[in-house]
């Protein structure tokens, strides 16, 4: 990983640790790319011929999944601070467990959209159906990058390699986590009043 | 690994559990290869860099000769070119796919990637005082995927279809359809494909400088303590992080639109008389969403030219940076306002003549601190005592032709004076002065004043100054009859236009234009042998030949890893103590406590003696 060989450690005791400084800049481009998709939806849906339709269903389930895979994610980082090596790791495979069934979830979601054919692509789909496929998308492989993150935290606190004395990786991991969440429900809010 | 080595000194108590065991000697891969140094990640880009301008300057001498001599016949190019030159004319797509070529390479891959990649990595850990930059691997992956997004773009030259064609700017429909134009198949794929990986890769870059430059300064390195380069390289990182994404989102969309039969940008086209089965996109979306990084991205290519333009005047001023705060502030303030005024580049799309009016007013406020910046820079050359050394040069001829492709910039962000000049040679013109040859010349200043550090030896002087002049003639006699002609409203991206009686007349203009650009060109050959020749044979330097203040002239003459062999040197003072009444020397580096230079301390500085 990035952070084995970085040059200062984690105790260094002067404001927040590069690396997660680092996190939030990238947080920040993410934010900028969404802001993109997202304005740019708007500015083609006031042009008109704009396709409405009801969002699948799904979605909210899928919502609320992952808003609980954040409570799990916030557990497993307070299990390591308190050192219960056991708690850790469930709550470990609890979020890993819960961003697959999330990703499941959307997946469902877009079945659902081609059963009222509305398509990503191809003749008769429109801007509106397309974009809910990049925002979604975007955001799923977004999301897979954290589910990979999760992993590798997972495997080290296997290993007992995350505890109260080594928190850096989980604590970067859980603020990419709660970033992911956040950003969804975002999306979705916003989903839900402009469509 | 090798960058355990560089907390050695500063914390040593740090005990590296995973690393103690690889003490061996780096061999060539790791060194000059995948190193992490961010000295060696700098050259890399810097060799990078100097490759791609001259592929980007040998595209634009081809388009030149079609422009100066429109009726001659080029088979003597067929060797080069082979099937883009049919019965010794230039094919007149594979034209269009040169001047885009062109404008991408020499946008993002030298004045982006070569400019910010070079200077940032190489001057911020050296000028912050730090062993390295925050993240060494992260800096090593930003070089090798612009590497490899390079490799791409370089192939896409010779496929059969041709490089993409569509302009830099890769409006769609033009880029979305491949039956549009042969360069927007494989040729804009690949450049999507190229550009996105740029992207990533500017962006760890980016990540890396700020998260640098916020942390890892070294003791007494205030922010207002810190060289205006530095400033200049942090704010064009924070445009690049904002802007950069959005960029990759409209390319997202265009791969979409091209690939997947999605219609974000594609509305009602009928090609050969058939109806494409698109519908309800919009062409104008796409111009917005790259405009917002457009406009930034030249400010990403202008300010740090600034930075190190301002460095250098300085010191070869022998004077304080004039108005070091409200270089600062007026930096500050173009990064900001750089955000709300792409729209000036769609002024004829058809938007509502208010939005233009809001759009022309944000533009033209641009214009208040550039011109703070250029005041500023006279008023330190005024009355200093001036060192006409090659790096001064260039960084005067960087404010000179900042001042001549500013001042048509407001010209263009009139709204009504821009139906007029828009998409003609005025602005190619513009750009020209104010962004290319401007940041080239603060390339060139970065790169003559710098190259001590780099390589532990002095560029030819003489050479130096050769170079200069031909340069500066050779980019005015290019670009000021530009204006004229385009005035006339000779349109920019035309193949040929001995068509048009209007036009004819200025035959003789262009063909002038082109044997400056060719004439221009030739000479970049002697900066080219200077630049080789004296890596190794050059005279040799010495720890810091040009008297300055700022940290990286108290490392080593030729720094090795982790900048410096002992501890790092903690800061005092600002770095701009040039000449200072009272001071045994004229000038005081910023390692030197105020209560060693009693004589010349202000008031104010008589607390910390
Ligand atoms: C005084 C400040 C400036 C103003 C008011 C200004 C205004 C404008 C306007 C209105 C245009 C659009 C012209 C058209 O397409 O019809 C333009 C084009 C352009 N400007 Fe500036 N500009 C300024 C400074 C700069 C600087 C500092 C740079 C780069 C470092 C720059 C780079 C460009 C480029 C690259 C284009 C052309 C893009 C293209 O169409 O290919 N400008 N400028
Ligand atoms: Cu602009």
Redesign the interface.
């Known amino acids: 990983m990035v952070m084995a060989n970085f040059p200062i450690e984690e105790d260094n005791d002067h404001g927040v640790h590069p690396l997660k400084f680092s996190l939030w800049l990238i947080i920040i481009s993410i934010i900028m790319m969404f802001a993109a998709f997202t304005s740019a939806y708007i500015v083609r849906r006031e042009e008109g011929n704009w396709l409405e339709f009801n969002l699948p269903g799904i979605l909210l389930v899928n919502t609320i999944v992952i808003i609980l895979s954040s409570v799990t994610m916030q557990l497993a980082h307070n299990s390591a601070k308190e050192n219960n090596v056991g708690r850790l790791k469930l709550m470990l495979f609890l979020t890993l467990g819960l961003g697959i069934a999330f990703l499941v979830g959307q997946w469902y979601g877009w079945a659902d959209l081609v059963q009222h054919n509305i398509y990503f692509g191809g003749t008769g789909s429109n801007p509106a159906g397309s974009f809910l496929y990049v925002l979604t998308g975007v955001h799923g492989f977004h999301l897979i990058t954290g589910l990979i993150f999760v992993a590798i935290v997972l495997s080290s606190s296997l290993k007992y390699r995350v505890h109260s004395k080594k928190m850096l990786r989980i604590q970067l991991c859980t603020v990419y986590w709660h970033f992911l969440g956040g950003l969804w429900l975002y999306l979705y809010v916003f989903l839900r009043l402009n469509h | 690994?090798?960058?355990?080595d560089?907390?050695m000194t500063?914390?040593v108590h740090?005990v590296?559990e995973?690393?103690d065991e690889h003490h061996h000697d780096q061999n060539f891969f790791e060194k000059y290869i995948f190193s992490?140094d961010h000295k060696v990640i700098a050259k890399q880009y810097l060799f990078m860099g100097i490759f791609w301008a001259f592929v980007g300057g040998f595209l634009s001498i081809l388009f030149r000769l079609q422009l100066g001599w429109p009726e001659a016949t080029f088979t003597f190019l067929e060797p080069i070119l082979g099937g883009w030159i049919e019965n010794g004319k230039l094919n007149p797509e594979f034209y269009l796919a040169l001047v885009t070529m062109h404008g991408t390479i020499m946008v993002f891959f030298v004045l982006t990637a070569g400019l910010s990649g070079t200077f940032s990595n190489f001057l911020i850990p050296l000028q912050i005082g730090a062993?390295?930059m925050?993240?060494?691997?992260?800096n090593m992956l930003s070089f090798w995927v612009f590497f490899i997004a390079s490799v791409i773009m370089f192939w896409s030259l010779f496929i059969e279809t041709g490089p993409a064609a569509g302009g830099w700017t890769v409006y769609p429909p033009l880029s979305a359809l491949p039956e549009a134009i042969q360069g927007s198949g494989d040729g804009m794929t690949m450049w999507l494909i190229s550009m996105a990986l740029f992207i990533v890769s500017q962006?760890l870059g980016?990540?890396?400088y700020?998260?640098?430059v916020?942390?890892?300064r070294t003791k007494g390195m205030s922010m207002t303590k810190i060289p205006l380069t530095i400033w200049a390289f942090l704010l064009t990182a924070v445009l690049g992080?904002?802007?950069?994404?959005?960029l990759?989102?409209?390319a997202?969309?265009l791969i979409?639109d091209r690939s997947?039969?999605?219609?974000?940008f594609l509305?009602d086209i009928y090609i050969a008389g058939q109806a494409l089965?698109n519908?309800?996109?919009?062409a104008i979306?796409f111009q917005?969403?790259f405009w917002?990084l457009g406009h930034p991205e030249v400010y990403i290519v202008i300010l740090p030219a600034m930075g190190l333009v301002s460095e250098v005047i300085a010191t070869n001023a022998r004077k304080p940076i004039f108005g070091y705060r409200a270089m600062i502030g007026s930096m500050v303030g173009i990064a900001v306002l750089s955000f709300v005024v792409w729209a000036h580049h769609m002024f004829v799309t058809g938007m509502n003549p208010f939005l233009g009016s809001v759009f022309m007013f944000l533009t033209l406020i641009i214009a208040v601190p550039s011109a703070v910046k250029v005041f500023n820079w006279i008023a330190t050359i005024w009355r200093g005592n001036v060192r006409f050394t090659a790096a001064m040069l260039f960084a005067i001829g960087f404010v000179s032709l900042f001042i001549s492709g500013g001042l048509t910039g407001i010209i263009l962000g009139n709204s009504a004076l821009d139906i007029q000049l828009h998409d003609t040679y005025f602005v190619v013109a513009h750009f020209h002065l104010v962004m290319g040859a401007a940041a080239f010349f603060g390339m060139f200043c970065g790169v003559y004043h710098w190259y001590p550090k780099m390589f532990g030896r002095m560029m030819d002087e003489k050479l130096g100054y050769i170079h200069f002049w031909l340069t500066f003639i050779a980019v005015y006699l290019v670009f000021m009859p530009m204006h004229y002609i385009g005035i006339a409203g000779f349109p920019r991206r035309y193949y040929n236009w001995t068509g048009f009686e209007t036009f004819n007349i200025f035959t003789d203009l262009n063909t002038f234009i082109s044997l400056a650009a060719i004439f221009g060109f030739v000479a970049q050959f002697i900066f080219l042998f200077n630049f080789v020749y004296s890596i190794f044979r050059g005279r040799r330097a010495t720890e810091n030949p040009w008297h300055s203040n700022t940290l990286e002239w108290t490392t080593p003459v030729l720094p090795g890893h982790g900048n410096w062999p002992g501890e790092i040197p903690a800061v005092y003072r600002w770095p701009y103590d040039y000449s200072k009444p009272g001071a045994a020397e004229d000038y005081i580096p910023q390692t030197v406590p105020f209560s060693q230079t009693q004589s010349s301390n202000l008031p104010n500085e008589k607390d910390f003696e």
């Not at chain 2, 925050?134 to 992260?138: I, L, T, V, Y």
């Not at chain 2, 992080?241 to 959005?246: G, K, T, Y």
């Not at chain 2, 519908?279 to 919009?282: E, L, Y």
């Open positions: 690994m090798s960058s355990t560089i907390s500063r914390d740090h590296h995973e690393h992490l062993r390295d925050a993240s060494g691997f992260m962006l980016g990540v890396n700020i998260t640098t916020i942390n890892l992080l904002l802007a950069f994404p959005v990759l989102s409209a997202l969309l979409f997947f039969g999605t219609s974000f509305s089965s519908t309800g996109g919009s979306l917005h969403l917002f």
